[in-house]
């Protein structure tokens, strides 16, 4: 049932070299999220495209960017990995009026 | 900006036992609160949620409680089995939209 895919699932990257995630989803959601994930902590929003409109969250760093095509498909583009960066990345979708949030599997992102 | 705190951080109990997580939340116009799993590695998800026109919401060995007055909700597992191990996220927002999450509580039961 892997409705919000996420895109590779484990991703290794070298410190300073531009890096992209893929998120897709097969829901017709008109939300879809960033988050961040670090060992045992909480997901951090890092930002959320509501339709065509981004929104960033105010300490989302700029060195993260995010593009949503279209109603499908959104990605995460990180400029310049951090060796702070390393984490796992979640996607997670959701549409207004209907309570819940699907995740994606997630990316975990190593930098090297 | 709604801020959700989660206690405790760590919970163990023997198998059998009945675990509680609670949580408080800060903004009076969250309405949706959702309780999610998230085993080692995998993606979170969602084992039950609580809107909040209603006070209480089971299902089988999960229970979810709500006072809006004292802003806080609790989840309650009971006759806790070894598949229940794993990180429970509770998370509050205004409708459904922008879900924000508490700090997580690592529940281990013991066999």
């Known amino acids: 049932d892997a409705m919000v895919i996420q895109n590779p699932r484990y991703q290794v990257t070298q410190f300073g070299k531009p890096v992209t995630l893929s998120c897709s989803q097969t829901l017709n959601h008109n939300v879809m999220y960033w988050y961040q994930q670090k060992s045992s902590q909480a997901p951090k929003l890092l930002f959320h495209y509501y339709d065509k409109d981004f929104n960033n969250e105010a300490d989302t760093p700029d060195n993260f960017q995010s593009r949503r095509p279209n109603t499908s498909f959104c990605f995460l583009d990180i400029r310049s990995p951090g060796l702070g960066d390393a984490a796992m990345y979640l996607c997670?979708?959701?549409?207004?009026?209907?309570?819940?949030?699907?995740f994606g599997s997630g990316t975990r992102l190593t930098v090297v | 900006g709604e801020n959700v705190e989660q206690h405790p951080s760590t919970l163990s109990v023997q198998e059998g036992d009945s675990a509680v997580i609670k949580c408080t939340y800060s903004?009076?116009?969250?309405?949706?609160f959702p309780w999610y799993k998230q085993e080692l590695g995998k993606r979170p998800q969602l084992i039950i949620d609580?809107?909040?026109?209603?006070g209480e919401k089971k299902d089988q060995r999960i229970a979810v409680t709500l006072n809006k007055t004292a802003k806080h909700f609790s989840l309650h597992i009971t006759e806790t089995q070894p598949e229940d191990s794993a990180v429970y996220f509770c998370a509050a927002s205004e409708n459904d939209y922008k879900l924000s999450f508490g700090a997580g509580t690592t529940v281990t039961v013991r066999a």
């Open positions: 997670a979708t959701s549409r207004v009026g209907q309570y819940g949030y699907t």
């Open positions: 903004d009076s116009a969250s309405n949706y």
């Open positions: 609580i809107r909040s026109n209603v």
